[in-house]
């Protein structure tokens, strides 16, 4: 299965204020997905990322709040804009299984955000 | 994607107790998956259910599929301190998306 590296790990910004989280997958995959986990939550879908097109968001998740880039097959980014308290999550990237014998989906290993 | 329910929401058992955690959809399902999260963590895959009253065994756990593939189920035997986590059912829907449960937290006590 994929392995993604994702960062930062952790942040604390302040309010008003954009985070751009990083993940980095060591295989070539064609989609790529971002996750929100509220405190104690479960994990909602944010969008889906595909190289050489437009995210796609889910309802409730609009691109001027959570911009994507996904400049090619290895690589996204999620920038958290103009944060507010309300934004305080961990979020998480995660990309479906490849070819072959299946694993499941691989998720990085989070983002924490705090929002002061 | 319609979200699944997953009950109960939280579960504390003493170590060695059994535990089991079900996942309910109103809708038919073309598979279901489990995950765990630990503390912490991160999402970890565990197994996919695929076919109709199927059922699977990784050690102390069993996963099934309900017959009618609108419900699941993860039991744990005898659980231990490194069964503490939360555990979410998962479906596919349209575009691949993987859409979570609610999620059953256990906490496991010595």
């Known amino acids: 299965s994929a392995v993604i590296s994702q960062k930062p790990s952790r942040d604390i910004c302040q309010r008003g204020t954009s985070l751009t989280i990083q993940c980095q997958v060591d295989?070539?995959?064609?989609?790529m997905f971002w996750y929100r986990q509220q405190p104690g939550q479960s994990l909602t879908l944010i969008a889906t990322?595909?190289?050489?097109?437009?995210?796609?968001?889910e309802s409730g998740f609009v691109i001027d709040k959570f911009p994507i880039s996904r400049p090619n097959l290895t690589f996204s980014t999620l920038t958290v804009s103009n944060m507010s308290p309300e934004d305080s999550s961990i979020y998480l990237c995660?990309?479906?299984?490849?070819?072959?014998?299946?694993?499941?989906?691989?998720f990085g290993s989070g983002t924490r955000l705090t929002v002061v | 994607g319609q979200q699944v329910m997953q009950i109960p929401q939280y579960q504390h058992v003493q170590e060695g107790e059994d535990f089991t955690t079900y996942c309910n959809s109103s809708?038919?399902?073309?598979?279901i998956q489990w995950y765990k999260q630990r503390p912490g963590g991160h999402p970890v895959f565990l197994i996919q259910?695929?076919?109709?009253?199927e059922v699977k065994k990784q050690k102390r756990l069993t996963f099934q599929f309900g017959e009618a593939k609108k419900n699941s189920s993860l039991h744990i035997t005898a659980t231990q301190t490194t069964d503490v986590g939360t555990y979410f059912c998962?479906?596919?829907?349209?575009?691949?998306?993987?859409?979570f449960g609610t999620g059953t937290q256990l906490k496991v006590e010595l």
């Open positions: 998962a479906r596919t829907g349209g575009g691949n998306k993987l859409t």
């Open positions: 809708t038919t399902l073309s598979n």
């Open positions: 990322a595909n190289q050489g097109s437009e995210a796609t968001y």
């Open positions: 295989s070539q995959v064609t989609m």
């Open positions: 995660s990309v479906e299984p490849g070819q072959g014998a299946y694993y499941g989906y691989t």
């Open positions: 259910l695929v076919k109709s009253g």
